[in-house]
């Protein structure tokens, strides 16, 4: 079993900032790609961002230039630093990954930005 730990959502004002992590443990023999999802309130989940093994990254178009992902190998850590939030980025952020073809989810942390 994997198991994700997620930290640092809360409440900012719009222009704010916050650093999200996610820890990931348990039956991890090979670090793959690791991502943030998000759902606001009545939609779907959406990609955020993703970081493969080597660091490459890709974001969403409503977050590039924004947003930015990192990740800690040695700590199986996955981070997600959001600069100037706005308010349409207020959502539930979940981290993801893969091990041995599973798919595994963090719990969610809210993040609201106030206009």
Known sequence: QVQL???GGGLVQA???LRLSCAAS???FSINAM???RQAPGKQRESVAVISSGGSTNYADSVKGRFTISR???KNTVYLQMDSLKPEDTA???CTTV???RRYWGQGTQV???S
């Open 5 to 7: 730990v997620e930290s």
């Open 15 to 17: 222009g704010g900032s």
């Open 26 to 28: 348990g039956s991890i």
């Open 35 to 37: 991502g943030w999802y």
């Open 72 to 74: 800690d190998n040695a």
């Open 92 to 94: 539930v952020y979940y």
């Open 99 to 101: 091990v041995v073809g």
């Open 112 to 114: 609201t930005v106030s």
